[in-house]
């Protein structure tokens, strides 16, 4: 492929899954207007945000094996023009008491394709670039998407103060411009005739379904609620059962074999540790900002946008370092700045000054960016041509199963926290112990921050943004002590070298005789 069609293509990839990444984190900060303007419930507020999650995480594997039997550019274009299509509906939400169904059916549909529409985009950016040229690719496609984002949260912040609407029509334009680009760089686009396991398509979406829906949950129904376990016991049994299905049968949905491939099976740990670190982070350093720094929304954006440099600037060089060296000095490398930045860091929130933190923030996104494009990229390059987008489905999922296990377990560990923390600041100020649990409470769902008005004196509000500072404190320490884990784990089992040729095969041959097609040096 000419050069001119490889860039074409990457540029058209990066718009197709813009709209995707924006949405994961632009809602979240639009939620409270959403909410009040439609008189949503609790639960359906929550489930505006869960809802694509969900169908996200739960779908990633089978959009990831549609993409290679039906064709990648045909299943971009099926995503696009269906995440436009339920934006757009989403932005017509009408006020009346059809409003709450209305919003989070059609986030559950974003959801879905862009679960069908994110694998396929990766599947065409690999195959449109010779090996050697992918790590810079793939740099510059995970810098921009995964910098998305982050700057998710800036956009709603700005975009809001006109109407919460446009956060969702935004997506529109961003649509038609990467449906015109597919068109003229015409990826490849050639199907692979398979029989479609759907026994397996069940289990694997019952399992993380329920899997994530107990761990998205577990904030509202407790730890100590049978329904959250329920799902998470239940999603465990469902993903053994698939994966002993899947190794059984001829023609599986996934071809697990792969896993057998060390250099894979490590690849996908790595995406699915930092990504309990990656995702949640946004969520986290928004609420510290608002509630310990004094933010609004939309000032609390400048604390996410230091980890947003951090990351773009370290994930190019990311990508070069695994064209010339492989996979693992960036993950290595990666994981020890990462963990040093989230330590530092922690130890400067008690500070409540961004100036003292900015640096920090940067090298944690910093060392997360060098990681994130070269372990998916070497995952993606032990796969045959005919199997790129099966293969970043499971990686998807790895991550997203990640992300959600991140807010859920770290959402508990600050709420815990918080009830110790901010509830003795507030009871030595001579608040009452129950209304002191609640104002801990609404902190760490909400981000609301304890404005000096209405009679609150100054010592009061400091004393408040000390003890969350502390609260949050715990939390970042736990994110430095996951990415040490990722770094010990990629200098144990990653392979050492750089792969040596890519493997176009028309059929999947996995670990008895994987090696035949990656050879390392």
């Known amino acids: 492929m000419r050069s001119t069609n490889k860039n074409l293509v990457l540029a058209a990839m990066v718009f197709a899954v813009a709209m995707t990444f924006i949405d994961q984190t632009i809602v979240a900060i639009a939620i409270p207007k959403i909410q009040s303007e439609l008189s949503l419930s609790a639960t359906g507020t929550q489930w505006v945000i869960n809802g694509y999650l969900l169908a996200l995480s739960a779908l990633f594997a089978f959009g990831g094996k549609l993409g290679d039997v039906l064709g990648r550019k045909r299943m971009v274009l099926i995503g696009v023009t269906g995440f436009a299509i339920a934006s757009a509906a989403c932005g017509l939400t009408p006020k009346s008491s059809i409003a709450e169904a209305w919003i989070i059916f059609f986030r559950v549909v974003q959801g879905a394709t862009a679960a069908l529409l994110f694998p396929a985009a990766v599947a065409i950016v690999v195959a449109s670039f010779p090996l050697r040229e992918r790590g810079k690719a793939m740099a510059i496609f995970f810098g921009i998407s995964g910098g998305l984002t982050a700057i998710g949260p800036i956009a709603g912040g700005f975009l809001t103060q006109w109407t919460w609407r446009s956060i969702f029509w935004i997506n529109i334009p961003v649509a038609i411009i990467a449906i015109v680009l597919t068109q003229i760089s015409c990826p490849d686009d050639e199907p692979r005739p398979e029989k479609l396991d759907y026994r397996g398509t069940a289990l694997i979406t019952g399992g993380m379904g329920l899997l994530v829906l107990g761990l998205e949950q577990s904030s509202v129904w407790g730890w100590s609620n049978p329904a959250t376990w329920v799902c998470i016991v239940v999603g465990l049994v469902l993903m053994l059962v698939f994966v002993r299905f899947e190794l059984s049968i001829k023609q599986p949905l996934l071809r697990l074999q792969i896993f057998s491939d060390r250099g894979f099976a490590t690849d996908t740990a790595i995406l699915s540790l930092m990504s309990i670190v990656f995702v949640p982070f946004f969520f986290f350093g928004s609420v510290y900002a608002q509630v310990a720094l004094g933010k609004n929304s939309s000032q609390a954006g400048e604390y996410i946008l230091w980890f947003f440099i951090g990351f773009v600037i370290m994930a190019q060089v990311g990508g070069r370092m695994l064209d010339r060296r ?48 070269p372990a998916s990229t070497d995952a993606v390059n032990r796969a045959p041509s005919t199997s790129y987008s099966e293969v970043t489905g499971i990686t998807q999922t790895a991550r997203n199963f990640g992300a959600s296990l991140g807010l859920a377990v770290l959402g508990a560990i600050l709420i815990s926290r918080n009830d110790t923390n ?47 500072a502390h609260s949050t404190q715990t939390v970042f320490y736990i ?7 990722t770094f010990i784990v990629a ?31």
């Open 422 to 468: 901010v509830t003795a600041a507030l009871t030595k100020h001579g608040v009452p112990s129950a209304v002191a649990h609640k104002v801990a409470e609404s902190f760490s769902a909400s981000g609301a921050a304890p404005g000096s008005g209405s009679g609150r004196s100054p010592a009061l509000v400091h004393d408040v943004q000390i003890a969350f």
């Open 479 to 485: 994110m430095a002590g996951v990415m040490v884990a």
């Open 326 to 373: 492989g996979v693992r000095p960036a993950v290595v490398i990666g994981g020890a700045l990462s963990a040093v930045g989230f330590f530092l860091l922690a130890g400067k929130l008690t500070d409540l000054s961004l100036g003292a933190q900015s640096l920090y923030i940067a090298l944690a996104g910093g060392g997360l960016g060098l990681m994130l494009g």
């Open 491 to 521: 200098v144990r089992w990653l392979p050492r070298g750089r792969l040596e040729s890519a493997d176009e095969r028309d059929e999947l041959t996995m670990p008895s005789t994987a090696h035949e097609g990656t050879m390392l040096r």
